[in-house]
């Protein structure tokens, strides 16, 4: 309901009296109470330098939500570091608190009854929890993303996060100097910001972009730089537009611009994780979506940004490029775009990109034309076969080819693997299984990026494949598959699988399958035991219980 019908029923209501003076005692005059009140979701915290450079961000919308006439209502959310939390029992808590961001604000936005809400937010999961609390709550919303950080430099090369679980694989074999080693990780993250190839922060706000709930150039900005502020405050002062209008995040989320992030998140090579997190997004919608509708787009959209971790370039890199629009424009000009979908501006993309140029600049190399794309189609394949019967997901960029056949090498948690590859028990033409990593049997579903940058440091990142029912970094690739569904706890065939078994990963034929005959799975899983799960009580034990599997986005709600 329009901000008049919405939150004057608190101030203006039976019950107005005691509702006003707690108001009152928050410094508010009588007349504020004919103000649109707009939450501001402000994920600030020093817990990492993802979003330790917030709270400028937060002043600025609270500024410009005042001086546009509206009363700025600030409530926090949470955040986990997955660079801080991964390879430890912590990042089990990483996409948890994706769905706790939701619930977050949701709660806040319902439950105080806001006309609308401006979510802020920086490391991986902000955006697509606060973006599942926005659509659940259906009241006006957009999203400001807190910037990516810079790059870091040693010896005259960039570097990111990436960059130092990388070294420990390089440095482990032998292969980097201890001095080296050092300079890496005291370099490789120079300021606040999320992480910067093209990782899952930075693919969720791009994306968020072309959904229509972002405002353009909004998403490849640095943390530091001064035009992010300016950006923040001119978001609050659309958003207060929007109050006004009645412009609801539904009218905005709708497959036709669902498609459209899609379609951005293949041009640009972005993470694994955007698939669960946009199966999550559209199930709060209430916007029908699978797997499917991503090979549907895949095969269709190429990619023509070179971008990190696969690719040359940082997000940075990228804006100077000219950003996200230019990458829009491209696409809506190769008719890989729905340009009639509204945006938070209240007119639709194609009017957003009307004075953006149809091919890109010649003096940057970041963003090609589709004339000369890196590769013909997209980047996120879905396989499916024995091994995944209801799907799984590899990212088939920066490699030789995207097949495999070996040996499995089995492993019941992440630890153990991590311990094989960096004593050199995995060798080249082996296909390490990393199980109980799913949704529930994680629980948490946490990413592995030592595992894989450990193989990428010791130089078998085209010789040795990793499947797993977990994630992936943004910052991960290789010949790696992950969401493997269903998952081992609930007996998926991943949990069948012996030590020296054959697999065959094949990105060719979507094929993710067990080389055993039918029979022998058969009896295996016959034998099959599910084991006890890992915890029984607090976010961790409710996540298990009641996570979705990861072909449905491992929701909970």
């Given at each position: 309901?329009?901000?008049?019908e919405?939150?004057?029923?608190?101030?203006?209501?039976?019950?107005?009296?005691?509702?006003?003076?707690?108001?009152?005692?928050?410094?508010?005059?009588?007349?504020?109470?004919?103000?649109?009140?707009?939450?501001?979701?402000n994920?600030?915290?020093?817990?990492?330098p993802?979003?330790?450079?917030?709270?400028p961000?937060?002043?600025?919308?609270?500024?410009?939500?005042?001086?546009?006439?509206?009363?700025?209502?600030?409530?926090?959310?949470?955040?986990?570091?997955?660079?801080?939390?991964?390879?430890?029992?912590?990042?089990?808590?990483?996409?948890?608190?994706?769905?706790?961001?939701?619930?977050?604000?949701?709660?806040?936005?319902?439950?105080?009854?806001?006309?609308?809400?401006?979510?802020?937010?920086?490391?991986?999961?902000?955006?697509?929890?606060?973006?599942?609390?926005?659509?659940?709550?259906?009241?006006?919303?957009?999203?400001?993303?807190?910037?990516?950080i810079?790059?870091?430099?040693?010896?005259?090369?960039?570097?990111?996060?990436?960059?130092?679980?990388?070294?420990?694989?390089?440095?482990?074999?032998?292969?980097?100097t201890?001095?080296?080693?050092?300079?890496?990780?005291?370099n490789?993250?120079?300021?606040?910001?999320?992480?910067?190839?093209?990782?899952?922060?930075?693919?969720?706000?791009?994306?968020?972009?072309?959904?229509?709930?972002?405002?353009?150039?909004?998403?490849?900005?640095?943390?530091?730089?001064?035009?992010?502020?300016?950006?923040?405050?001119?978001?609050?002062?659309?958003?207060?537009?929007?109050?006004?209008?009645?412009?609801?995040?539904?009218?905005?989320?709708?497959?036709?611009?669902?498609?459209?992030?899609?379609?951005?998140?293949?041009?640009t090579?972005g993470?694994?994780?955007?698939?669960?997190?946009?199966?999550?997004?559209?199930?709060?919608a209430e916007?029908?979506?699978?797997?499917?509708?991503?090979?549907?787009?895949?095969?269709?959209?190429?990619?023509?940004?070179?971008?990190?971790?696969?690719?040359?370039?940082m997000a940075?890199?990228?804006?100077?490029?000219?950003?996200?629009?230019?990458?829009?424009?491209?696409?809506?000009?190769?008719?890989?775009?729905?340009?009639?979908?509204?945006?938070?501006?209240?007119r639709?993309?194609?009017?957003?990109?009307?004075?953006?140029?149809?091919?890109?600049?010649?003096?940057?190399?970041?963003?090609?034309?589709?004339?000369?794309?890196?590769?013909?189609?997209?980047?996120?394949?879905?396989?499916?076969?024995?091994?995944?019967?209801?799907?799984?997901?590899?990212?088939?960029?920066?490699?030789?080819s995207?097949?495999?056949?070996?040996?499995?090498?089995?492993?019941?948690?992440?630890?153990?693997?991590?311990?094989?590859?960096?004593?050199d028990?995995?060798?080249?033409?082996?296909?390490?299984?990393?199980?109980?990593?799913?949704?529930?049997?994680?629980?948490?579903?946490?990413?592995?990026?030592?595992?894989?940058?450990?193989?990428?440091?010791?130089?078998?990142?085209?010789?040795?494949?990793?499947?797993?029912?977990?994630?992936?970094?943004?910052?991960?690739?290789?010949?790696?598959?992950?969401?493997?569904?269903?998952?081992?706890?609930?007996?998926?065939?991943?949990?069948?699988?012996?030590?020296?078994?054959?697999?065959?990963?094949?990105?060719?034929?979507?094929?993710?399958?067990?080389?055993?005959?039918?029979?022998?799975?058969?009896?295996?899983?016959?034998?099959?035991?599910?084991?006890?799960?890992?915890?029984t009580r607090?976010?961790?034990?409710?996540?298990?219980?009641?996570?979705?599997?990861?072909?449905?986005?491992?929701?909970?709600?």
């Open positions: 309901m329009p901000y008049n919405r939150s004057k029923n608190i101030t203006q209501g039976i019950a107005r009296s005691p509702n006003r003076a707690m108001y009152y005692a928050l410094g508010y005059e009588k007349a504020d109470f004919d103000k649109p009140m707009i939450g501001i979701a994920g600030h915290s020093t817990i990492t993802c979003n330790a450079g917030l709270q961000l937060a002043e600025a919308a609270i500024a410009a939500i005042k001086e546009a006439g509206a009363n700025p209502q600030v409530f926090g959310t949470p955040t986990i570091s997955d660079g801080m939390s991964m390879g430890t029992e912590g990042m089990k808590y990483s996409l948890v608190s994706r769905e706790v961001i939701a619930d977050c604000v949701e709660t806040s936005v319902q439950g105080q009854w806001m006309d609308g809400v401006l979510v802020l937010g920086g490391c991986d999961k902000n955006m697509p929890g606060g973006m599942m609390g926005i659509v659940r709550a259906n009241a006006p919303a957009i999203y400001v993303y807190g910037g990516t810079k790059p870091g430099k040693w010896k005259g090369q960039d570097l990111s996060i990436v960059s130092a679980f990388e070294a420990v694989g390089a440095f482990m074999a032998g292969n980097m201890e001095e080296d080693f050092e300079g890496i990780e005291r490789a993250c120079p300021t606040t910001g999320s992480c910067g190839g093209m990782y899952t922060a930075n693919t969720m706000s791009s994306s968020f972009e072309a959904l229509g709930m972002a405002l353009l150039y909004s998403s490849t900005m640095a943390s530091v730089d001064r035009e992010i502020i300016d950006r923040t405050a001119e978001a609050g002062r659309v958003l207060v537009e929007a109050v006004k209008k009645g412009i609801k995040p539904r009218d905005i989320v709708t497959r036709k611009s669902i498609e459209n992030a899609v379609s951005l998140i293949m041009a090579g993470s694994t994780n955007a698939v669960l997190h946009y199966l999550a997004i559209a199930h709060a916007v029908e979506w699978t797997l499917d509708d991503f090979e549907r787009i895949r095969r269709k959209v190429p990619v023509i940004c070179d971008l990190k971790p696969s690719g040359r370039f940075v890199d990228l804006h100077q490029a000219g950003g996200v629009p230019q990458v829009l424009k491209i696409l809506l000009e190769a008719g890989h775009l729905h340009g009639d979908c509204l945006t938070i501006t209240g639709t993309l194609a009017e957003e990109l009307a004075e953006v140029p149809s091919e890109p600049r010649a003096d940057q190399q970041v963003i090609r034309p589709i004339s000369k794309a890196l590769y013909a189609e997209g980047h996120l394949a879905i396989l499916k076969g024995n091994l995944a019967e209801d799907g799984a997901v590899a990212k088939i960029t920066g490699l030789k995207p097949v495999i056949s070996g040996p499995a090498r089995v492993f019941d948690d992440e630890q153990s693997a991590l311990e094989a590859i960096l004593s028990k995995i060798k080249a033409g082996d296909v390490l299984v990393l199980r109980y990593l799913g949704p529930k049997g994680g629980p948490g579903m946490p990413e592995m990026l030592a595992p894989t940058s450990a193989i990428i440091g010791r130089g078998l990142g085209d010789s040795v494949g990793l499947i797993t029912d977990g994630r992936f970094s943004g910052g991960t690739w290789g010949m790696v598959v992950g969401h493997v569904a269903p998952e081992a706890y609930v007996g998926g065939t991943i949990a069948l699988v012996q030590e020296g078994d054959q697999i065959t990963i094949d990105a060719h034929r979507h094929l993710l399958q067990l080389d055993v005959p039918d029979e022998e799975i058969a009896r295996r899983r016959a034998a099959w035991v599910q084991p006890k799960p890992r915890y607090g976010v961790l034990g409710k996540f298990s219980v009641l996570s979705q599997p990861a072909n449905r986005g491992a929701v909970t709600g």
